[in-house]
């Protein structure tokens, strides 16, 4: 299974960015799918994650900013960020479960200024 982040990039405190991420491979099922962030000189951390059903878990400095979403048709996995703020840079890296193991994208890095 490859995982393939997008979306990320540089921008201003209070905008918004959307990341997607597409699994490809051998796939039977893709259950749960995430986003994980990784600050500079910290260790990786949970964003939000969303299972097969939808349902959906975010951390608490995330709630009400950031909106996990998944087309399971397209094995794709979205991360709306809005309201963004400096201390959300960091590299997100997406996560899938499959077949029993998990997997990890090469991440995509999100800069936001002040």
């Known amino acids: 299974v490859q995982l393939q982040a997008s979306g990320g990039g540089l921008v201003q405190a209070g905008g918004s960015l959307r990341l997607a991420c597409v699994a490809s491979?051998?796939?039977?099922?893709?259950?749960?799918m995430g986003w994980y962030r990784q600050a500079p000189g910290n260790q990786r951390t949970l964003v939000a994650v969303?299972?097969?059903?939808?349902?959906?878990y975010y951390a608490e400095s995330v709630k009400g900013r950031f909106t996990i979403s998944r087309d399971n048709a397209k094995n794709t996995v979205y991360l709306q960020m809005t309201s963004l703020k400096p201390e959300d840079t960091g590299v997100f890296y997406c996560?899938?479960?499959?077949?029993?193991?998990?997997?990890w994208g090469k991440g995509t890095l999100v800069t936001v200024s002040s």
């Open positions: 969303i299972t097969k059903d939808g349902t959906t």
């Open positions: 996560l899938a479960g499959a077949n029993g193991m998990d997997y």
């Open positions: 491979g051998s796939i039977f099922s893709l259950n749960p």
